[in-house]
Nanobody
Framework: QVQLLESGGGLVQAGGSLKLSCAAS????????VGWYRQGPGKQRELVAS??????????KYADSVKDRFTISRDNGKNTMFLQMNSLKPEDTAIYYC?????????WGQGTQVTVSS
């Protein structure tokens, strides 16, 4: 049984930083594509960042809106994934979800709220 558990959300002022964590059980992150999605008020869920293992290391992908501000990373020893968010903006306010994809099936965490005040 796959379980993903996020933590680290909260309330922060614009320009501030937060670091989200996602701990996994039942799935080995380094063997699968993992990522962070978010869903803002009245919006559809969107991909924020993804991380895929490749032969030479790993490949990352970011939404244009978060490039150069957010960084996705992974601790293989702890089977945990992170999203470092810097220079946060009010439009980053959303519920952030951890995602793991294995054999074409998506697994989701319960979500963590990030609120950025102006």
């Amino acid at each position: 049984q796959v379980q993903l558990l996020e933590s680290g959300g909260g309330l922060v002022q614009a320009g501030g930083s937060l670091k989200l964590s996602c701990a996994a059980s039942g799935m080995i992150f380094r063997l699968n594509t993992v990522g962070w999605y978010r869903q803002g008020p009245g919006k559809q869920r969107e991909l924020v960042a993804s991380l895929t293992s490749i032969t030479s290391g790993s490949s990352t992908k970011y939404a244009d809106s978060v490039k150069d501000r957010f960084t996705i990373s992974r601790d293989n020893g702890k089977n945990t994934m992170f999203l470092q968010m810097n220079s946060l903006k009010p439009e980053d306010t959303a519920i952030y979800y951890c995602n793991g994809r294995r054999n074409g099936q998506d697994y989701w965490g319960q979500g963590t709220q990030v609120t950025v005040s102006s």
